[in-house]
């Protein structure tokens, strides 16, 4: 099992960033639209959820597709606020229910 996180290729929109699962059944790809933030400890929460989400449904590509979703919004919602701390607590809806859902793709 491969995650890459924060991937941009020459084919990546420079408005995009993308994530890249691999396993045993193949390889999904997913873009979501680049947020002008950075912060620590992003990378580790979308490993935490692409872990959790792999755990429960066996699929790298919904674990991915999870887990980019939710950070996603939990991401935006933290640029919004101006925040340099990711906003888990104030977010956390995110983590149950994404306002916006990504679908991967196989690449």
Do not use: C
């Not at 890459?4 to 396993?23: G, K, N, R, Y």
């Not at 002008?36 to 449904?57: C, E, K, M, W, Y």
């Not at 925040?83 to 104030?90: C, F, G, N, P, Y």
């Amino acid at each position: 099992m491969v995650l890459l996180t924060s991937l941009q290729i020459d084919e990546t929109p420079a408005d995009a960033i993308e994530m890249l699962a691999v396993d045993g059944e193949g390889v999904w790809r997913l873009r979501t639209p680049l947020l002008p933030i950075s912060v620590n400890g992003a990378g580790d929460a979308t490993a935490a959820l692409f872990f959790a989400h792999l755990l429960q449904t066996r699929s790298a590509a919904e674990a991915l597709k999870r887990a980019a979703s939710s950070i996603y919004g939990v991401l935006k919602a933290t640029a919004e606020a101006g925040s340099r701390e990711i906003l888990t607590v104030a977010a956390q809806e995110e983590f149950v229910s994404p306002s916006r859902v990504f679908e991967p793709e196989p690449a």
